[in-house]
Every structure is written in structure tokens, then in C-alpha cells.
């Protein structure tokens, strides 16, 4: 949090006066403020008034230095975020993630360990392991890291330590985890397919939350998201047999549920030539799907095996990104217009926001293509290269930001004036604030010069 003002609105006023009725009492007593009587006029005399004028003067420039900028009349210019020094060091090889879920805290992933930190740099805890090519999945305070790439270990991290680990048999091929923790994996299984979800209730293979396997290896899981309670599984597919073929099934969970149904299986929603790109469970059951095409809502229940599509937004862009932000809200960056497009689409670079609802909250046009794009704390994190722009759920400017190095991931920490940039070796912290003089100076060298010099 930035330092409070020096002056608050409800009390500027009672700081000021007692200097001034200071600068009377001064005047008096020196002998400086005499009175003439002569036909009933009060005057100054000339050294009396010239000191009042300065005391009046001087206050009047120590109200605009302390107060003019804190009520809000000080330039935009006068803010900028302001490297903190306190910067994070790794190797370029070490699979650096970072991650934050709207608190003062902040993960931080390598192939060697997981940790957590403030903004301070503080450190709340560790946990060593090791990943040749470690991956990060998160959301909130959850955060999964595993490999990949026949990988066959996953291990679930929350904001107190480690939960639970997962060993499987057979290669990994992605996982995800949700809010309330619960992890969903897919992996190669006897020839086919294989999804997982366990939590820190059946973290064990042999038994499992939920398992659904598919022994086709054209048939593959692309993706699998869990609702926040638990109930539903959405499996995205991808069916190359005869003409590649993307649906998305809805699964229950429980056997209870599941009673009288194939596997769990109450609704499937096709996406006849479209490429799922993206799942994420809203607040309240919904279910966003990201196509090539479109971007669509479904609810889920409330009744039992109930499914239905309740928006549509049809794409006149490629995306070039899709966030989701806290079950409330997603924000996609266009690319280029789609070759089948009818409309004019979008310029390149333009950022649409939009609730759970599918209604839209906001628009920003970035100018370019995006290359970066992240949400949290109400707002996001849009750039490209070295240059970022931080914007509120309304599409509103809230700064720019460029860096000095090459830029790998920027998010928001304890709010949207702090931030960390991470580049390939590095990862610093910065903070938006007033400029002060100090801050345009040159950083003095930290060694010495001592030479044996020789002028023979």
C-alpha cells in the first residue's frame, strides 16, 4: 500500500490554521503590528505588512506541494511505477511461473521447488522437488505444477503449504486444477485416453473422484474442467475418426448422480468445424467454451441432466489470447479477421471484456498484437515486447508500463499500483507512485574504484 498523504481532506484545514495564527502572534511580539487610531483606521506598518505577505505566500506554496497533488490536481505525469529493488533471481533454464489469487502473496515455481512470497520478498514457505520441464496450473489460492511431457508426478500446492501429490503409471498429458482444489488430469491409458480428478480427499490413483477412460486413440481429451462444487466434469474431445470432430461432453461426478446415466454422461454440444481452444467453469454452474468461431455459455442445472446454451458470441478475429477472471469475468485479444468472417471484425490488438453473462463490460484498443494478457484484481494486464498497459474491467486506462528487458510474464500483486515483471533470469517488483527527484537520478556504483595507477 502506498504511504497516506501528508495532509487528510478533514484535517488540511486545522494544520494550516495554527501556522498562520503562529505567524501573527510572531508578528506581535516582535513589535512589528502597531495600531493607528487617527480617524479610526487600522494600519500596517510597511515592514509589518511585507512580513505577512511572505508567511502568506509560504503557506500558500506548502499547500500546493503537500495538498495540490493528494486532492487530486496533480498531473497524471507525476505517476509512474518505480522499480522497488527487490528482485528475484533464477537460472534461464529454471522453468520460472509465478502466480497470485488477489492476495499479498505470490507463488513462485521452478524446476527445483515451489515457494511463497510477499511483495517484500518475504519468505512464507518452500517445498522442494524436481521437474525437468515443469508446467504451473492455478487458480486462486490452488496451484498445480507437474511436466507434461511424459512426465508422471503432479504436485498441489495451497497458500499453506503442500496438499497433496499424484503419481501416475502412465505420461501425463495436461492437467488443470480449479478453485476449490480439485485436479484434473489427463494421461495416456492402454492405448487410449484417461481422465483423472482427485483432491486432497483421494490424491491416490487407486481411487480416484472421478475416471473416465476411452481406449481409441483417435479419440482424444483436449481438455477437462471441473465445476467450483464439485458436481460436473466438462470433457472437450477431439474425434478423428472420418472427419475431425470437436464436442464437449457433461459428466457427472458422483455415482449418485450418475445413477441410470453412460458413465455420467447427461448432454453432449458439438462444434461441428471448430477447434476448442479454451474451457472455464463460471460462477454458478455456467460453462464458457472457446472455439476458433465462437465463444459460448452453458448453464448447468439446477435440475438433473440439464444443459443449455444460454449466449453466443460469434468471432470475426482470431484470438490471440482468452483470460478468465474469478468466475465473474473473461477478456480475449484479437488477431487477425477470420477468412470466413462477414463482418469488419476488429483491429488487430483490440481487447473485448465481458461478464459471465456474455453481456460486455469494456473494450481497450491495445494498436498492435498482443503478446501478453492476464487478469486479477478487477483489472488487466495487456502488452506486447516490452511495453504494458494496465486496464480496469470497464476498458479504462489505468497506466502504461515499459520495461527495460525482455518480458516473460507481468502480473498485479497487492493491487493494481504493484506489480512484477519476470524476464528470463529475473523477476522484479515495481511499485506506481509519485516521481521524486531521487528517482531520475543515476544509481550510484556499488564498487569501488582502486586502482594502482602508475604515471612513470
Not at 518475504?122 to 511424459?150: C, I, K, Q
Request: a negative charge; charged letters at 20%; proline letters at 4%.
Amino acid at each position: 500500500m502506498l504511504p497516506a498523504p501528508p495532509f487528510q481532506k478533514s484535517s488540511w484545514g486545522a494544520g494550516l490554521r495554527p501556522a498562520i495564527r503562529s505567524s501573527y502572534l510572531t508578528c506581535f511580539r516582535l513589535g512589528m503590528y502597531t495600531s493607528h487610531m487617527d480617524k479610526e483606521k487600522f494600519t500596517l506598518t510597511a515592514f509589518a505588512k511585507v512580513l505577512i505577505g511572505v508567511a502568506i505566500v509560504g503557506v500558500i506554496v506548502l499547500a500546493q506541494i503537500f495538498l495540490w497533488p493528494w486532492l487530486g490536481f496533480g498531473s497524471e505525469r507525476e505517476m509512474a511505477l518505480v522499480g522497488t529493488g527487490r528482485v528475484i533471481t533464477y537460472a534461464f533454464d529454471a522453468g520460472a511461473a509465478f502466480h497470485s489469487g488477489d492476495s499479498r502473496f505470490f507463488y513462485f515455481a521452478t524446476s527445483s521447488g515451489m515457494r511463497m512470497l510477499d511483495s517484500n520478498e518475504v519468505l512464507m514457505w518452500s517445498e522442494a522437488y524436481s521437474f525437468n520441464h515443469p508446467w504451473l496450473a492455478a487458480r486462486g489460492d490452488f496451484v498445480a505444477v507437474g511436466e507434461t511431457r511424459g512426465g508422471r508426478n503432479i504436485r498441489v500446492f495451497d497458500s499453506g503449504g503442500a496438499v497433496f501429490s499424484v503419481s501416475l503409471d502412465t505420461p501425463i498429458q495436461s492437467f488443470w486444477i480449479n478453485e476449490s482444489g480439485f485436479l484434473s488430469v489427463i494421461a495416456e491409458h492402454d492405448g487410449g485416453y484417461i481422465v483423472y480428478v482427485f483432491n486432497r480427499y483421494r490424491p491416490t490413483p487407486a481411487e480416484p473422484l472421478f475416471s473416465w477412460s476411452v481406449f481409441d486413440n483417435l479419440i482424444i481429451p483436449t481438455h477437462a474442467e471441473v465445476s467450483a462444487d464439485g458436481r460436473y466434469i466438462a470433457i472437450g474431445v477431439m474425434d478423428l475418426n472420418f472427419n475431425v470432430r470437436h464436442s464437449v461432453q457433461f459428466r457427472y461426478m458422483s455415482q449418485w448422480d450418475a445413477w441410470g446415466t453412460d458413465r455420467g454422461l447427461f448432454a453432449t454440444e458439438d462444434f461441428p468445424g471448430q477447434i476448442i481452444t479454451a474451457m472455464r467453469f463460471m460462477n454458478g454452474n455456467r460453462l464458457v467454451v472457446s472455439t476458433t468461431a465462437r465463444i459460448s455459455g452453458f448453464q448447468l442445472g439446477p435440475g438433473h441432466a440439464s444443459s443449455r446454451r444460454i449466449w453466443d458470441i460469434p468471432l470475426e478475429n482470431e484470438k490471440t489470447h482468452i483470460e478468465f477472471y474469478d468466475g465473474t469475468h473473461f477478456a480475449f485479444a484479437t488477431g487477425a479477421r477470420l477468412p470466413m468472417a462477414t463482418g469488419e471484425g476488429d483491429p488487430v490488438g483490440t481487447v473485448r471484456i465481458y461478464g459471465a453473462n456474455g453481456i460486455p463490460t469494456g473494450m481497450f484498443e491495445l494498436g498492435r498484437r498482443a503478446t501478453h494478457l492476464r487478469m486479477g484484481r478487477n483489472a488487466l494486464i495487456v502488452g506486447g515486447d516490452r511495453s504494458f498497459h494496465a486496464v480496469n474491467l470497464r476498458g479504462d486506462l489505468l497506466w502504461d508500463h515499459t520495461t527495460l528487458f525482455d518480458t516473460l510474464d507481468v502480473l498485479f500483486l497487492d493491487d493494481t499500483n504493484t506489480i512484477l515483471v519476470a524476464g528470463s533470469n529475473q523477476a522484479e517488483i515495481f511499485e506506481r507512485r509519485r516521481l521524486r527527484e531521487a528517482d531520475f537520478r543515476e544509481p550510484e556504483p556499488d564498487f569501488d574504484f582502486d586502482f594502482d595507477w602508475d604515471f612513470d
